[in-house]
């Protein structure tokens, strides 16, 4: 079945520091899509990507989805402690049948 | 507008028991889907409907059952409650399209 792969697991960073969290799927994806969830909360839909290559900014996150649609990134410039929580990569091959990444579990220390 | 509701917040089972997990939104979306979130594993879809009266299997399917009798309304059942089936359960709803889920604030099940 469909896989999809996020790395890293895990990112501790100072307030300030730039961080990348990157998304594979073993299949050609329609979309993709970004959620975060805070500790204890749930996941909370950031932005969708539908075009092959297309790159979506909100403020200090950068979303890019790969030329093949397999794969994708997000990138926060300058972290700060608001952007702690786990960042969650789902691929769609059709439908709304998403298949979420492991997430990337993102630490900001002031 | 309540968004996406999900009862109960937190259940304890003994292994072998079923029960309910009820969903509702009240946002007129076609699709809704049920996940389990369990440490380390991020999350996995277990049912998913496109709309009233059609269900499928996602990636963990074995020991629930789904209906979808109206729009509002996804309940997600247990049919015989093992330990494995201890986690947290999101119910999501979206709109078909490219549209993001919205999910509900889950409920925390313990099976013992």
């Known amino acids: 079945g469909q896989q999809v792969m996020q790395i890293p697991q895990y990112q501790h960073v100072q307030e300030g520091e730039d961080f990348t969290t990157y998304c594979n799927s073993s299949t050609t994806l329609s979309n993709i899509q970004w959620y975060k969830q805070r500790p204890g909360g749930h996941p909370v839909f950031l932005i969708q990507?539908?075009?092959?290559?297309e790159v979506k900014k909100q403020k200090r996150l950068t979303f890019q989805f790969g030329e093949a649609k397999k794969n994708s990134s997000l990138h926060i410039t300058a972290t700060q402690t608001t952007d702690v929580g786990t960042y969650f990569c789902a691929g769609n091959t059709g439908f709304q049948k998403l298949v979420f990444g492991t997430g990337t579990r993102l630490l900001v220390s002031p | 507008n309540a968004g996406v509701t999900q009862t109960p917040k937190f259940q304890v089972l003994k292994t072998g028991q079923s029960m309910t997990l009820q969903c509702a939104q009240d946002m007129n979306h076609e699709y809704m889907s049920w996940y389990r979130q369990d440490p380390g594993m991020g999350l996995r879809l277990i049912h998913y409907s496109v709309g009233a009266g059609i269900t499928d299997q996602g990636e963990v399917p074995n020991g629930y059952n789904v209906s979808r009798s109206t729009t509002e309304d996804f309940p997600l059942r247990l049919l015989s409650a093992a330990p494995s089936q201890t986690s947290v359960y999101f119910c999501a709803s979206s709109y078909p399209g490219h549209y993001g889920y919205t999910f509900g604030s889950g409920t925390r099940l313990t099976v013992v």
């Open positions: 990507l539908v075009k092959s290559g």
